[in-house]
């Protein structure tokens, strides 16, 4: 081979390379749609954090695939903007028997995305021994079963708040639909306000309108999930409109944000909850002194303050954010006080004797851990356990911080060997009583062992009375607030931002859901 | 040649072999049940214990880990990748829709880091210790120290927020692929133009260059016929290593600009402890990997003709 030869060789090899990545590009241009395609257009361009992972229920729609379900799916029974209970397929239910058997009558005239009716087979084909509800959190409904086309009667081991439970979007009615003839899922198929019409992994899902939504219809032609992953560029796509809206804005965007024209922030208030977890077991919090001492060092109105600019409620230890059925408002909650904090320390043992600033006891000096998770609540919870770490410095307890990720915390959680963990999230989900369950004996995240908090625990998820319902709760909310098995840190605050053309739109309490139905566009 | 091309890709097998086996164990020896991990992602933080002890069950993770690994190896050679262990989707499928992203990714990433460290390098070195040369390796350090993540929000900033010519996110079209591009890119091109800097410099240095000035060659001719071939192969075997790597993914670029790459996949997916999903992809980077260093080899052959692989055989 000539040289010469081999030079135009290599270069002929370059600008295929070039000419094939151009072409494998161009080829998806007709495919890119972004927000503002049209004048008019009635289609709404969400930014969300991760993609819809799953869409049967034989597993649990993790992240933000939830909000997405919530356009999809429908359920039994729902929570309006403010966490009431009201009807959603179901109509009305009631218990003969305070709350062993529940019958749902369901609404009329409603049909599945795929043209099919939905009925009362429905509902028994959702919550059958296939879901994974029912192996978890809906293990005592014994059998379902429908009594007539609308009528579906579940039966329970033990009394429970079942229509508590049946509010949750991730536990919606499918229809069997969903399924082919051998049983393999083939697409989602619900009754909700919007269809599955495509889904892009890890890029974008896009709904249409459902013509046939038995409610109040949506005034959106089609509605784009696009798959942003990213915080920060979530934040700037809406800025440059090539998003209408995008959920979980960060806290140090809300300011910026507000100030910028067109641009809205929706803010309220939901029952995410992040809390200190105490090892109460095997480490020194087993002393309820130890723990009532952090409680009264930590400041939660600066750890919001400082941390989330602001965004959120300080909890104080409330275990039920403010806007949870039955959160308690007279409730008597923390405020920082660091004598108080030292002496309780001290009374239990713990005294700085050699003037280091780190209190001992027995001559071993007062050494802790605070577990950090790697995951998603990582950018708010690690500057937290710094706030943490350094006002527990100041009354004598020597905090570290480990960041790990969850195999290697449960790991850490089964032998024991660890002091405190920041958690937060699915723990503190909705209005029913499973909040509580998480300090329960039984539960594998429980650190905590009170015979008196079992048996609350239990009774309030067995009674069906509302009135005594609050009154359980309430004594359960205060047992928290004395007992400390955890400390509350702070409630959080939902936050959407939706850009100049959104108009409609009314933000819930419910986390993981999104309420299109009002939203509509006027496109400049 | 050709028999050398077919030895080097026997040997692959080997490797892969290899990197899979290592891949398995450590995700083994990470902390954490694997089922109960893989539990958590499936059904969420309300999980019970019969439902993690179920899917050890049935995904095979009571089995001791090497009959574990046999087993995988065992489907491979039946061309099995397996199903995701959290999503049940198909590990194939699912790489082969995430695979073009990351390939065109990473060849325009090569390119536009070449088109910036070889001319700066070049410069570079042909005006040794100007300031010229100086601003460029200043400029290069600069580009070797800022993390991909900064540059990222900073190139959206500025090309999409402020003067609305690139999109932020996304992947499609040609434009969404510059500044990702860009990012990764202009981190790569530092450490190139300093390698190509100075490997031409201590080229220039040698006999046979001032042997081509003493029979009066001009400068160009010495620079582009002589110098730059030889300068080439350090930096030809430094840019493919690049482009290896580029192949498995650039988790951190693919996160900011939402771009639906393998890097991101499999962080994910090791996270989840996501075996199958895990060795689908280590499987594919080092297959890619072990292919673009044996087309870097290739490509000094035809670089340097004193380089003959047939000869050793």
Redesign the interface.
């Known amino acids: 081979m000539n040289r010469n030869f081999?030079l135009i060789?290599?270069i002929c090899m370059?600008f295929a390379?070039?000419g094939a990545?151009?072409c494998?590009?161009?080829e998806?241009?007709g495919?890119?749609k972004?927000a503002g395609s049209g004048e008019n257009s009635r289609e709404l361009v969400v930014g969300i954090g991760t993609d819809v992972?799953?869409w049967y229920l034989d597993?649990?729609a993790?992240g933000d695939a939830r909000f997405v379900w919530s356009q999809v799916y429908e359920t039994l029974v729902r929570l309006d903007s403010d966490l009431n209970v009201i009807p959603g397929l179901a109509e009305s239910w009631e218990t003969p028997d305070d709350g062993k058997t529940w019958i749902f009558h369901l609404r009329e005239n409603v049909t599945f995305h795929d043209g099919t009716p939905f009925d009362a087979d429905s509902v028994v084909f959702s919550y059958s021994n296939q879901s994974?509800?029912r192996?978890?959190?809906l293990?005592p409904v014994q059998s379902v079963e429908a009594l007539d086309t609308h009528t579906v009667k579940f039966v329970l081991k033990k009394p429970m708040p079942l229509p508590f439970y049946l509010t949750h979007v991730?536990w919606p009615v499918m229809g069997p639909g969903c399924l082919d003839a051998a049983g393999n899922f083939i697409k989602p198929v619900g009754t909700g306000s919007f269809k599955f019409e495509t889904q892009?992994?890890?890029?974008e899902i896009v709904l249409t309108r459902n013509e046939a939504y038995w409610g109040e219809k949506p005034l959106l032609d089609e509605v784009t999930f696009?798959?942003?992953?990213?915080a920060?560029?979530?934040v700037?796509?809406l800025?440059?409109g090539?998003v209408d809206m995008v959920i979980k804005v960060p806290e140090y965007d809300v300011e910026r944000l507000e100030a910028e024209e067109g641009i809205q922030v929706h803010r309220k208030l939901t029952t995410f909850t992040d809390f200190l977890q105490f090892n109460c077991d095997k480490s020194l919090f087993n002393d309820t002194r130890v723990r009532q001492s952090v409680a009264y060092a930590v400041d939660t109105e600066t750890l919001v303050n400082e941390v989330l600019e602001g965004i959120g409620e300080p909890a104080g230890g409330r275990p039920y954010s403010s806007v949870m059925m039955y959160s308690d408002p007279d409730l008597k909650t923390y405020t920082q006080d660091l004598d108080k904090a030292r002496a309780l320390l001290e009374e239990a043992g713990w005294k700085d004797s050699n003037g280091d600033g780190i209190a001992e006891k027995d001559g071993k000096p007062l050494h802790t851990s605070l577990i950090v998770s790697?995951?998603v609540w990582a950018a708010r919870h690690n500057p937290m356990a710094q706030v943490v770490q350094g006002t527990l410095r100041e009354v004598g307890m020597d905090v570290e911080i480990k960041v790990?990720?969850?195999?290697?915390?449960?790991?850490?959680e089964s032998t024991g060997d660890f002091g405190m963990i920041l958690r937060s999230?699915?723990?503190v989900w909705g209005p029913y009583p499973?909040h509580f369950f998480v300090h329960r004996s039984g539960s594998?995240?429980s650190h905590y062992h009170n015979e008196t908090y079992d048996q609350l625990v239990d009774t309030a998820d067995m009674t069906v009375d509302t009135q005594k319902q609050e009154e359980i709760y309430h004594s359960l909310q205060a047992f928290v607030i004395e007992e400390v098995p955890a400390f509350y840190l702070m409630h959080e605050e939902k936050v959407v931002a939706t850009g100049p053309s959104v108009k409609g739109y009314t933000i819930s309490s419910e986390d993981p859901w999104l309420n299109l139905s009002g939203v509509y566009l006027e496109r400049k | 040649m050709w028999k050398y091309i077919a030895k080097r890709l026997a040997m692959i097998s080997i490797v892969i072999a290899g990197v899979t086996l290592v891949a398995f164990s450590a995700m083994y020896l990470a902390p954490g049940d694997p089922a109960e991990v893989i539990a958590l992602a499936r059904y969420g933080e309300d999980l019970s214990a019969s439902q993690v002890e179920t899917l050890r069950v049935a995904e095979g993770f009571d089995a001791p880990v090497h009959v574990q690994y046999m087993i995988w190896l065992g489907h491979l050679l039946q061309l099995d990748l397996g199903k995701s262990l959290v999503t049940s989707e198909d590990v194939l499928t699912e790489i082969r829709q995430k695979l073009p992203a990351t390939a065109e990714l990473a060849i325009a990433s090569l390119l536009i880091s070449l088109l910036i460290a070889l001319p700066a390098g070049i410069l570079g070195a042909l005006r040794k210790n100007t300031l010229l040369d100086k601003s460029c390796m200043f400029v290069s350090l600069v580009g070797v120290s800022i993390p991909n993540f900064w540059l990222g929000l900073l190139l959206i900033w500025f090309f999409a927020l402020t003067l609305h010519m690139f999109p932020s996110y996304g992947y499609g079209s040609l434009k969404h692929i510059v500044l990702p591009a860009l990012t990764l890119g202009t981190s790569m091109s530092a450490v190139t133009a300093r390698l190509t800097r100075a490997s031409l410099l201590e080229v220039l240095g040698q006999e046979y260059i001032v042997a081509a000035r003493a029979r009066g060659f001009d400068e160009r001719t010495i620079l582009f016929r002589h110098a730059l071939k030889n300068a080439f192969l350090p930096v030809v075997t430094f840019a493919g290593m690049q482009f290896g790597y580029l192949l498995g993914g650039a988790v951190v670029v693919e996160t900011i600009f939402s771009w639906p790459g393998i890097g991101k996949l499999l962080v994910d997916s090791i996270f989840a402890m996501d075996f199958s999903m895990v060795q689908g992809c280590v499987l594919f980077i080092a297959v890619l990997f072990s292919l673009s260093s044996l087309a870097v080899d290739i490509l000094y052959a035809v670089l340097d003709p004193r380089i003959r692989y047939d000869r050793r055989d």
């Open positions: 081999k060789l290599i370059l390379v070039i990545s151009a494998i590009g161009e998806k241009d495919t890119a972004g992972n799953n597993m649990f993790a994974y509800v192996q978890a959190v293990k991730a892009a992994k890890d890029q696009k798959v942003i992953p990213e920060a560029t979530r700037i796509a800025e440059t090539e790697k995951g790990l990720d969850e195999g290697a915390i449960s790991k850490l999230g699915y723990f499973k594998p995240y």
